[in-house]
């Protein structure tokens, strides 16, 4: 069983390396579409947007004046 495994080992690994190549190529391929414009847009987006926790505090602050009085 043993001398399986350590026939069988080299062959997945050479498998799994030819695997990631193609999903490396892949990547590398799918982001020579996005240009720099195109991120410094999306960026600049991400942050005009408020954040989520902004509002938290005044929500916060209503809760705790609510539960102690």
Same mark, same amino acid.
């Given at each position: 069983?043993?001398?399986?495994? &350590? $026939? $069988?080992?080299? &062959?997945?690994?050479?498998?799994?390396?030819?695997?990631?190549?193609?999903?490396? %190529?892949?990547?590398?391929?799918?982001?020579? %579409?996005?240009?720099?414009?195109?991120?410094?847009?999306?960026?600049?987006? &991400?942050?005009?947007? &408020?954040?989520?926790?902004?509002?938290?505090?005044? %929500? $916060?602050?209503?809760?705790?004046?609510?539960?102690?009085?």
């Amino acid at each position: 069983m043993q001398g399986l495994a &350590a $026939l $069988l080992f080299p &062959a997945m690994l050479m498998l799994f390396a030819l695997g990631m190549e193609k999903v490396q %190529t892949r990547i590398e391929r799918s982001t020579e %579409t996005v240009s720099g414009d195109q991120v410094e847009e999306i960026l600049q987006a &991400a942050q005009s947007q &408020a954040s989520p926790l902004d509002d938290v505090s005044p %929500t $916060l602050d209503e809760l705790r004046s609510r539960r102690a009085g």
